[in-house]
Each structure stands twice: as C-alpha cells, then as structure tokens.
C-alpha cells in the first residue's frame, strides 16, 4: 500500500527534504483462509526494511495473523542519505496510521482488504529502532493508541519522544533482547 498521512509533516533529514506530508510504503501480508484475521502492525528499525523480514512475516501468516509493515520516510535503508533515527516522535503516529488505513480498507467493500482484519484483536510489534516506536504507541502518553491488545518488543528500548511511558496500563508486552546486541548492550 502507498499511504499518504497528508496531516503531518516529514522534516529533512536522511538526504529528503522536508515534506509536507508522511508517505508510507506499506508491506500488506496476508494469511491463506477466509478473515477475519487478528492483525499485527510492524515496525522495522534503523537503515531497516519490511523486506527484510518476510520470514517473520511468513510464520505470522501461517500462525493466521495479517502483518502490515511500513517503511518509514527517515529511517528505511532505501533513503538517499544517512538513516537517522531523529524522527522517532513521528513513528509511533506513523503506526497509528497505518492501523487506521489498514481497518478502513477492511471496512470497504470492494477493497482487496474487505473482511479481512479483525479490529478487536491487534497487536503492535517492532525491531531496535522499530522496537522504540512499539514502545510509544503502546505506552507512551505522547503518542499511545488504545487499539493494539499487545504488544512486542525486539531488541528495542524505551527511549526519549515527550509524554510518560505507562508500563503498569495491563497491556501485555512481551520482550526479546539479545544478549550481543552491539548497538543496544543487554546490559542497558
């Protein structure tokens, strides 16, 4: 999917100018069977890429879940310049956007989509960089959205964006992190 979220800003940075608007490129994986099916949205983290994980997606698919993965304008590896990680506040909107237009196609007949996303049961999941946006649209008063049921955290951390995580709100979080991790030491 090609989302355009047309009421926030992408600043320059990453080699792009700034832009009036957030484009999305969205990866729309969809399990076998007949909807509707619980739905995951993913975020990918640092000079990253839904592409890079299709096996992951994969396996949510045969597990029966619908994945929905953005690229993100300033991080993604396919930027012209540097990724830069500067635009973590914006991410976890971007997210909550993408749930937005994923549950609107669902809802509309006709749309490839139609049927297929069960609006009770989302969750939100993301890797390192990806796992920081997680984080704040699951926990983070600036940026939450009440709609994901759970949430997962890979190799990720709860870092500055504004607002107040909230950990103790009952949402359930599972983490994962490596134990040689180069960029964010286990230990931390």
């Not at 509707?36 to 890429?49: K, N, Q, R």
């Not at 839904?50 to 045969?62: E, G, Q, S």
């Not at 890797?127 to 704040?136: D, E, H, Q, V």
Request: proline share 9%; glycine share 12%.
């Amino acid at each position: 999917l090609d989302l355009v979220d047309t009421g926030r800003e992408t600043p320059a940075g990453a080699g792009l100018a700034h832009a009036p608007e957030r484009r999305l490129v969205t990866e729309v994986h969809v399990p076998a069977g007949e909807g509707p099916f619980p739905f995951i949205a993913f975020a990918h983290g640092l000079a990253g890429h839904p592409r890079k994980f299709t096996r992951l997606f994969d396996a949510w698919n045969r597990a029966g879940y619908l994945v929905a993965a953005p690229a993100f304008p300033l991080s993604n590896d396919e930027v012209p310049g540097e990724p830069t990680w500067t635009d973590l506040p914006e991410q976890p909107g971007d997210i909550s956007f993408v749930i937005d237009e994923v549950l609107a196609a669902s809802a509309t007949e006709g749309d490839p989509l139609f049927g297929l996303v069960d609006a009770d049961r989302i969750g939100v999941a993301g890797l390192s960089l990806g796992g920081a946006t997680t984080y704040g649209v699951a926990f983070n008063d600036c940026c939450r959205d009440d709609r994901p049921r759970a949430a997962m955290v890979l190799d990720g951390a709860r870092l500055t964006m504004g607002g107040t995580y909230e950990l103790g709100s009952g949402l359930p979080l599972l983490i994962m992190h490596a134990d040689q991790d180069l960029a964010l030491p286990y230990s931390d």
